[in-house]
């Protein structure tokens, strides 16, 4: 009952320090707040409570700065017991007589980077990467921020457990959306979870989000577990570690526990390449020794690859916005792992040659780790497979380049469609045409499918409805919901339009102002001289020969009417009589109370001429800030420019 009590209290902690780091960087990153002062004050105390009460402290709480260090390498240090990898199997019945009658704890074998942990007194003092086996690299400062590891445990004596440094694939994702180049994303999981690890400047590593999973208990002084190996996990939970999942089982229900975790791997946001089985009984494990490559108390167990024979059809070439063209093969769909598939990404022109491909080839595909369609061999060998000269989407030349040992295929045309990604994201963003269901990843897809040239393509996407409800991730119902989002884009206003269309320096704020100036007549900002656009407040020589340069494309004077032609726009109009705060800049900061956010806000003083900017400058007219006393950088900062803070409420009394 206890045990379960503690258990109760670490899980509390770790959500309270989830909830006050997203309080915090929604503050003092985004400007914005999620909690009230009191109520993270509160949360607060309660997690200094539980972290005096239990002596657990996570290298992330708020209660603890770990800081920043760079080191010029990384130490290398033997292991005092070497670590040795495991023997494997794909088969269910040899794990079942490996067990022998005996119990034993199976659980998921992490694609990650194993790390050893030793504690004194309580606290982290090292950590050391598995290395080769014998020698590790020292990375203490880096495992400080790890997301999830305990810097301060209750357990005073040493202390040595091992486990694995991980990075989500949803955090994999993240972090690979932000890399334009594609040679430069990062391949999987682990490669980036292995390079977030091994960094010299830990920031970077506190940046990436690794997560680390105990799996084993090398020494705890002291300490008794009754020969049993879960008492030991249940012992890293007390301390405050994430343990890796497990199910304790016997031969009859080892088959049942597999089939639990091969349902759950499709699913599974931690990279995981197999299962591990562990003699429960731990006397019994180490009285078996080891081989000279494997330890005796413990047995790997790889999923076996399901293969499929199928034949392929063709193969389609993928531009992306960087210019590469990534080969998919096409072939007769097949049933793996419970699902359907029909196609296959074969990576590089490599990979193509070394198969040795040829349309009508038979072929055998199987899903790596259970979830990732790959060819696993070509049957035929009929190496007949051209390398197209020209891109497909637009038609301009291409060109086998090598990068190491990789050969990828690209295209050459800085113009082709397929790079138009970033103006595409930008025009179906919730400020511009606000188009829900349309991720840049769909948006790639579709301008390398040819769907997409120009902006007023968006609104024909139903003549493909075929296309598109046969590609991965996409049904009737999503179809359907991408079709509706469209229509209702359909009618729109101004100022969305003209912040959408990407002009150079054309933000949201100034697409309003634009639009005001002229009245909400398009025809008026296209045809105003780069004299006239410069005299507008706020938008200078530099923006006005953009936009003037811009409307008088050729090009794209026949796309923005093509894309007319698929819109009906709200009219407004300008009162001047309504414009009492033209010629005005205001910031906003902090929490509000009269309006439902600071977009609403933001509105309301730009409906009346207004502009609201982002930082405080000397030409701020005023800060709006409830809490006029705090100590925020925007404080400071209009304090030091003599600019005046106000309250919401007396911004209203003032100005409104």
């Avoid at 400062?141 to 790890?146: D, E, S």
């Avoid at 400047?201 to 049993?228: C, D, H, M, P, Q």
């Avoid at 012992?235 to 497990?246: N, P």
């Avoid at 063209?325 to 990404?345: H, K, M």
């Amino acid at each position: 009952m206890e045990n379960k009590i503690l258990d109760n209290k670490t899980d509390r902690m770790k959500e309270l320090v989830s909830l006050l780091n997203k309080a915090s960087q929604a503050y003092y990153a985004q400007d914005t707040e999620i909690m009230s002062n009191f109520e993270y004050d509160r949360l607060y105390d309660e997690l200094m409570g539980l972290e005096k009460e239990t002596g657990v402290i996570i290298s992330n709480s708020p209660t603890v700065h770990v800081g920043y260090e760079a080191v010029d390498e990384l130490p290398k240090e033997k292991h005092e017991k070497l670590m040795l990898s495991l023997a494997k199997t794909k088969s269910r019945e040899e794990l079942r007589d490996w067990l022998d009658g005996r119990e034993g704890l199976l659980s998921w074998k992490l694609d990650g980077l194993t790390i050893v942990l030793t504690y004194s007194g309580g606290r982290l003092v090292k950590a050391v990467t598995r290395g080769n086996g014998e020698v590790g690299e020292v990375i203490t400062n880096n495992a400080k921020v790890f997301k999830n590891v305990p810097v301060s445990i209750p357990y005073q004596g040493e202390l040595i457990l091992r486990g694995e440094a991980v990075i989500t694939y949803s955090e994999f994702g993240r972090i690979n959306s932000q890399i334009e180049d594609v040679e430069a994303k990062y391949k999987n999981p682990r490669n980036l979870c292995s390079g977030s690890v091994r960094q010299l400047n830990n920031e970077i590593t506190a940046s990436r989000n690794v997560n680390f999973y105990a799996f084993s208990l090398v020494k705890a002084e002291g300490e008794e577990f009754g020969n049993s190996r879960a008492a030991q996990f249940k012992f890293l939970a007390e301390q405050g570690f994430d343990v890796v999942e497990y199910r304790l089982v016997n031969p009859d229900t080892v088959g049942e526990a597999i089939t639990y975790f091969e349902e759950h791997i499709q699913t599974y946001d931690i990279p995981s390449d197999g299962l591990v089985l562990t003699y429960e009984d731990i006397a019994y494990g180490q009285s078996l020794g080891r081989t000279a490559k494997f330890p005796r108390d413990s047995i790997a167990f790889k999923w076996a690859d399901e293969l499929c024979e199928t034949v392929l059809m063709e193969m389609e070439w993928s531009a992306s916005r960087t210019g590469l063209i990534n080969p998919v093969a096409i072939f007769e769909p097949v049933e793996l792992e419970g699902t359907t598939v029909s196609r296959a990404s074969v990576h590089n022109i490599s990979i193509v040659r070394g198969l040795k491909l040829g349309i009508g080839d038979r072929i055998t595909v199987y899903k790596a780790n259970m979830i990732i369609p790959q060819i696993a061999e070509n049957l035929t060998q009929s190496d007949t497979l051209e390398i197209p000269e020209t891109c497909p989407v637009c038609g301009g030349p291409t060109q086998v380049r090598q990068v190491n040992d990789v050969q990828s295929l690209y295209c050459n045309n800085p113009a082709c469609d397929a790079k138009k990604i970033k103006s595409f994201t930008l025009f179906v963003s919730r400020d511009a045409m606000n188009v829900d269901g349309l991720s840049e990843s769909t948006l790639e897809k579709f301008l390398a499918r040819g769907f997409l040239h120009e902006f007023a393509d968006l609104f024909k996407l139903s003549r493909y409805e075929e296309e598109i409800t046969q590609m991965e991730g996409f049904g009737e119902k999503s179809y359907g919901n991408l079709m509706e989002s469209i229509e209702n884009a359909r009618i729109t206003t101004l100022p969305r339009i003209v912040y959408g269309l990407g002009i150079e320096n054309v933000g949201v704020a100034n697409a309003r102002v634009l639009c005001r100036y002229f009245n909400f007549s398009l025809e008026g900002l296209r045809t105003a001289s780069v004299e006239e656009l410069s005299d507008i407040d706020g938008i200078g020589e530099v923006i006005a020969t953009g936009i003037y340069e811009f409307f008088h494309d050729k090009e794209k004077a026949e796309q923005l009417e093509h894309l007319l032609a698929e819109l009906r726009i709200a009219q407004e109009t300008v009162d001047e009589g309504t414009q009492t705060l033209k010629g005005m800049s205001f910031v906003i900061t902090g929490s509000l109370e009269h309006y439902e956010n600071r977009n609403a806000l933001k509105a309301e003083i730009e409906e009346r001429g207004g502009k609201v900017t982002g930082s405080v400058t000397g030409k701020t007219t005023c800060l709006i800030n409830n809490d006029t006393m705090s100590q925020t950088a925007k404080n400071k900062k209009a304090k030091e420019l003599g600019v005046r803070i106000i309250s919401e409420e007396a911004f209203m009394e003032e100005y409104l």
